[in-house]
C-alpha cells in the first residue's frame, strides 16, 4: 500500500511503508508498528487579545514486540528503515523477560480510511479563525457583568500507518477540530464562570455558532451571580445530558476497562450477566458515532472500531477490550485499544459511551417532585472505579419544588455508590447529546465523546464552596 495522498509518502510519512516490511523478517511472536504523522494549530484568545498562536508537525514511529511480554519503544528518527530495525531488536530484548502473557491471533485487514470533511481545517486562513474567535468574544460585550473571557480553538490532522506481523495494513487520516470557551462574570465582589465547548471529528463546518457559544456561557456566568447556596441531603435528581454523561463515563465507564477488571480495581468484576441497573437503563460505547470527539474507524491495535453494549436493559453485558485483555480474560471484543500518539502504548479506552435514550420528557421528570434538584453540566469530580464511589461538582443547579424549576444554587456537588444510582433511576428522558472532551488514563490524553438524554436518579447532594 502506497501514501494516503502521495505515492511516495515521502510528505505525509518521509518513509514509505512498503519498506517496514523489513521489520516482519524478525522472528517474534508478534510486532506492531505504527508511524504517526500529526500537525497541530492552536489559537488562545485571551481579554480579546490573541495570546497564543502555535502550528507544529510531529512524525515519528512506535513499535510493541511481543514475546513473554510486551517490549515498547518509539523514535522521531523515522527517515531510516535502519534505525527502525535498531529499535525493533532492542525491543525484542526486552520483550523475553517477565511471564509470558496471553494474546491471540487475528485476522489480517487491509485498509485505507479517512474524516469526512466538507472544508479541511488546513485550507483555512489563520486569520479566518482569528476572525471567528474575535466575532464570537465581542458577543460578550453586551453584558455588563462580564470581566473577562478566554477562548481556545484548536485543529489537527493526523495521518496514521498501522501495519502487524499478521498482515493488516491501515492507513487513517482524521481531522479533529474544537473550540472552548470560559466567561467570567462580577457583581457585588463575586465571581462566576460559565464553560461551553463545541467541537468533534470533521472539517471546520463544525464550528459554527461560535457567538452563540460566547452568549450561552455569558449568561450561565451571570445567573449564577445570583444563585443561592446548595441544599444538602439526599434528594431526588434530575440530571441533564451533560452531566448524565460525565456519571456514566467517569463512574460507569471506567470500571467497565477490561483491564481494571483483570488488576481487580473495579466494582463490575464478576458482574457480567448481571443486573447492575435499572431495566430501562442501557448504555453503549460506540467510535463510530459520525462527527463525534471519539470517532474512530480502527483503534491502535488494527481494530475495527464498533458499537458496544456495556449494559442492555439494566444487565452488564460486556466489558471493554484490548487484544490482551479479550485474550487474558478468553472473551470475544476488542477494539477499545488507544494510545495518544506514537510514543505511547495502547491501552483499554473508551470512544463515546452514552446512555441511550428513553421515552420521558422533561416535564414528566418533575412533575411529580416535591422537593428535588435539577442539575446540569459538570465541572469535574472524583471516581473510585474499586469501590464504586463517585462525586461530581455540576456547573449549575436549581431546586424543583412541587413539580416546578424554582430558585437556581451554585457550587452544588451530587455524590454516591455507582450501582445504586444506576438501579435508582427511574425515568430516562427522550432527548440526547454527545459532549466533546478529554479523557486521562495512564498518563495519556485521548479525546472522548461521553452524553445521553436526561435521567431522574436519587442521589447525595451538597455545597462545594
Not at 294 to 317: Q, R, V
Request: aromatic share 8%.
Amino acid at each position: 500500500m502506497a501514501g494516503q495522498e502521495n505515492s511516495d509518502n515521502s510528505d505525509t510519512y518521509i518513509i514509505d511503508p512498503d519498506k517496514l516490511q523489513k521489520v516482519f523478517d524478525i522472528s517474534a511472536r508478534f510486532i506492531d508498528i505504527t508511524l504517526i504523522s500529526s500537525t497541530v494549530n492552536s489559537i488562545t484568545l485571551k481579554d480579546g487579545v490573541a495570546r497564543d498562536i502555535t502550528s507544529g508537525r510531529n512524525i515519528g514511529v512506535g513499535i510493541r514486540v511481543l514475546e513473554n511480554t510486551w517490549g515498547f519503544a518509539s523514535s522521531t528518527r523515522v527517515n531510516d528503515i535502519g534505525d527502525i530495525l535498531d529499535i525493533v531488536k532492542k525491543t525484542q530484548k526486552i520483550a523475553k523477560n517477565g511471564k509470558r502473557i496471553k494474546f491471540n491471533s487475528k485476522d489480517a485487514v487491509e485498509d485505507r480510511v479517512r474524516t469526512e470533511s466538507k472544508i479541511d481545517p488546513a485550507d483555512v486562513d489563520i486569520k479566518e479563525k482569528m476572525e471567528m474567535l474575535h466575532t464570537a468574544e465581542a458577543a460578550t460585550g453586551d453584558f455588563n457583568e462580564v470581566v473577562s473571557t478566554s477562548f481556545s480553538y484548536a485543529d489537527s490532522t493526523q495521518d496514521i500507518y498501522y501495519q502487524n506481523m499478521e498482515g493488516t495494513r491501515i492507513e487513517s487520516r482524521y481531522n479533529k477540530i474544537s473550540i472552548y470557551t470560559s466567561v467570567f462574570a462580577k457583581k457585588d465582589g463575586r465571581i462566576q464562570v460559565g464553560m461551553e465547548r463545541l467541537g468533534g471529528t470533521g472539517g471546520f463546518e463544525i464550528i459554527k455558532d461560535t457567538e452563540e457559544l460566547a452568549i450561552e456561557a455569558s449568561k450561565k456566568a451571570i445567573r449564577l451571580l445570583d444563585a443561592g447556596d446548595a441544599p444538602s441531603g439526599n434528594f431526588r435528581v434530575v440530571l441533564d445530558p451533560k452531566l448524565t454523561g460525565v456519571f456514566i463515563h467517569e463512574a460507569l465507564g471506567h470500571a467497565a476497562e477490561a483491564d481494571h477488571i483483570i488488576q481487580g480495581e473495579s466494582i463490575l468484576q464478576g458482574k457480567l450477566g448481571e443486573k447492575i441497573a435499572s431495566d430501562i437503563v442501557t448504555v453503549y460505547d460506540d467510535p463510530t458515532l459520525k462527527g463525534s470527539f471519539g470517532f474512530y474507524h480502527y483503534d491502535s491495535e488494527g481494530i475495527k472500531g464498533k458499537k458496544t453494549s456495556i449494559i442492555k436493559d439494566g444487565i452488564l453485558k460486556t466489558y471493554l477490550h484490548s487484544r490482551e485483555t479479550s485474550s487474558v480474560l478468553d472473551m470475544g471484543g476488542a477494539g477499545n485499544a488507544r494510545a495518544q500518539g506514537f510514543n505511547y502504548q495502547p491501552v483499554v479506552r473508551m470512544s463515546n459511551t452514552y446512555l441511550e435514550p428513553g421515552k420521558s420528557s422533561f416535564e414528566e421528570m418533575i412533575e411529580d417532585i416535591k422537593e428535588g434538584v435539577y442539575l446540569r453540566g459538570s465541572k469535574g469530580g472524583e471516581v473510585d472505579p474499586a469501590r464504586g464511589v463517585f462525586q461530581f461538582s455540576a456547573e449549575e443547579g436549581f431546586l424543583i419544588k412541587g413539580g416546578e424549576i424554582k430558585e437556581q444554587v451554585r457550587d452544588v456537588a451530587m455524590s454516591g455508590e455507582t450501582l445504586r444510582i444506576l438501579k435508582d433511576i427511574d425515568m430516562v428522558g427522550d432527548d440526547f447529546d454527545v459532549h466533546i472532551g478529554y479523557c486521562g488514563k495512564a498518563s495519556q490524553l485521548v479525546p472522548v465523546g461521553d452524553g445521553g438524554p436526561h435521567i431522574r436518579t436519587y442521589a447525595t447532594v451538597g455545597g462545594t464552596g
